[in-house]
């Protein structure tokens, strides 16, 4: 019994410190491009409630371009490329599982926005993670 206790206190404890997580998660099913070539032009957007973002985890596949295509994730429209201005190449059309690590970094009121380069890319699922 004492030790329950002890776990329930632990748990109160953690949870008061701002260490719980949310999880979101989107099925987009959208395609992707920058429109050149014969590329579809499109990003995808999401709101995120304003909160600071640990990181963003995509199912996404690559459905048109080579090996150069690849994709990253900003706050806005014009904002600093996440998670040090990653890139992420697909060098084929598997599905794929990709990570940004965010770091805390919050929206500013601003979407999450894919933009996909040399190529088309379909977004299928979508998890961000927040503090």
Wanted: glycine share 12%.
């Amino acid at each position: 019994m004492k030790k329950i206790f002890c776990l329930m206190l632990w748990v109160l404890a953690v949870s008061s410190l701002g260490f719980a997580e949310s999880k979101a998660e989107y099925s987009p099913n959208v395609v992707a491009g920058d429109g050149k070539n014969g590329n579809v032009w499109s990003q995808w957007t999401q709101n995120v409630k304003e909160a600071p973002v640990k990181e963003v985890r995509m199912r996404i596949q690559r459905v048109k371009g080579s090996d150069k295509t690849y994709v990253n994730l900003r706050f806005g429209k014009k904002g600093q490329a996440l998670d040090g201005g990653k890139r992420i190449y697909l060098a084929d059309g598997k599905e794929t599982k990709v990570t940004w690590n965010v770091g805390g970094v919050s929206p500013g009121g601003q979407p999450l926005v894919l933009n996909a380069y040399d190529g088309e890319v379909k977004i299928l699922k979508v998890a961000v993670i927040q503090e």
